[in-house]
């Protein structure tokens, strides 16, 4: 079964409209279409109704095709948009193109087959774009709530890099072990580390590097910002793959009074 394409067409030209819907039906394409003849129709329909794309006239009785265009954007609109040209407004597509139009066809050049590549190209671009849109959204969003986790959780929360570089530190940082979390940014965690259990600390770090998720319990001391020496117990977990933390985060508790 064919995939059914919902396209307006917004031409004020009876003409030329005839000349579109020719164009489509001999590309042979499943189509279900709505046609408008002005700027204020074209707007009201796009927010009405979704479709796949939309072919646009440059020239539109009530306003153009760029201030078509621009509107649609700005209102969060999906649409793909292809703009129709007269001869020699190629420089005008262009501009159409940098806001926000998918492609641009010559109304004197119209052929099925262009019209019917256009339309895939422009429809699958833009569904390309909505769903990398989406997941920088969602990225954004759990970032969100990490960054609100760590910020308020009594444990140290630390990101390293797979070279044991530190990238963030939460700032209970402070509190625990009396370092300023932007002090320890760039330095290598392994620094801070006793060095009685340096060694081994940095087989067990490969290890972790070497499967994802999350290590059994560590404990090691790390030198306080006074000399001293903490005990911490230490939960790895190795995220380097993640999309939205790519590093080691190690959830690090002060367990000095226990171990005395």
Avoid at 153 to 182: F, K, N, W
Wanted: aromatic share 4%.
């Amino acid at each position: 079964m064919k995939e059914i394409l919902k396209i307006l067409v917004v031409d004020d030209d009876e003409v030329d409209r005839i000349a579109v819907r020719r164009a489509l039906r001999a590309a042979g394409l499943s189509l279900e279409l709505s046609e408008v003849g002005s700027y204020k129709e074209a707007i009201a329909l796009l927010q009405q109704q979704s479709f796949d794309c939309a072919l646009l006239d440059y020239r539109l009785p009530d306003g153009d095709g760029l201030t078509l265009i621009r509107t649609v954007r700005e209102a969060g609109i999906q649409t793909a948009l292809i703009v129709l040209t007269g001869q020699g407004d190629e420089q005008i597509a262009v501009a159409l193109m940098k806001a926000g139009a998918s492609d641009y066809l010559s109304k004197g050049k119209l052929a099925p087959e262009s019209l019917s590549r256009s339309l895939h190209n422009a429809i699958r671009l833009r569904q390309a774009e909505t769903q990398a849109a989406a997941a920088n959204q969602r990225l954004r969003e759990s970032e969100a709530r990490f960054r609100s986790l760590v910020q308020n959780s009594s444990d140290i929360i630390t990101i390293l890099t797979a070279d044991g570089t530190i990238h963030y530190v939460s700032p209970s940082i402070e509190r625990i072990l009396g370092y300023q979390p932007e002090t320890l940014l760039g330095q290598s965690a392994f620094d801070y580390v006793h060095d009685s259990e340096l060694a081994q600390l940095r087989v067990t770090f490969a290890k972790i590097l070497a499967q994802p998720g999350i290590a059994p319990p560590l404990e090691f001391r790390i030198r306080h910002a006074t000399g001293h020496w903490i005990d911490l117990e230490v939960v790895a977990n190795n995220l380097l793959q993640d999309p939205g933390v790519r590093g080691v985060i190690l959830n690090s508790r002060d367990i000095t009074e226990r171990k005395h």
